[in-house]
């Protein structure tokens, strides 16, 4: 029998141990305008923002807390403010989503989900060959 991953929702759910859930993202958008972006869509989805830390002059960390229920507009929230996720962290989220729509003996819709949202500032340069060129803000 395989075990279950740690950051299952469903073996979570039935253990009683929850932990974070990661996700990681990047946007070409100045820091200093989606991050007050993300914390009002945030805000809107019905989130807790547990942290907000600078992990490095590119990299931010945020750790909130959102109800099971609210999954799907924190996802559309996270595309439209600009943030670029991983395949993972699509992965997850739409587990989530499924988690939420379609297995309501585990939906519990009043459950509660900790995230960690790792995102990095990327910048745009255009090379002279005429390319783009990234690289980090």
């Given amino acids: 029998m395989n075990p279950r991953p740690i950051d299952d929702p469903i073996f979570a759910d039935v253990t009683g141990d929850s932990p974070p859930i990661d996700l990681r993202g990047h946007s070409y958008d100045d820091h200093r ?4 972006a993300l914390l009002d869509t945030m805000a809107a989805c019905g989130c807790w923002v547990l942290d907000q830390r600078a992990l490095s002059p590119t990299q931010t960390e945020l750790r ?3 109800q099971l229920r609210s999954v799907f507009e924190l996802y559309s929230g996270l595309i439209a403010a600009g943030v670029e996720l991983s395949r993972d962290s699509h992965t997850r989220l739409t587990v989530l989503c499924t988690l939420r729509d379609h297995n309501p003996r585990h939906a519990k819709r009043r459950r509660v989900i900790t995230i960690r949202l790792d995102l990095s500032f ?3 340069h255009t090379s002279t060959a005429g390319g783009i060129i990234v690289g980090i803000a």
Wanted: negative net charge; hydrophobic residues 50%; proline residues 10%.
């Fill in 122 to 124: 990327l910048e745009e």
């Fill in 64 to 66: 909130f807390e959102i």
């Fill in 33 to 36: 305008s989606i991050i007050p």
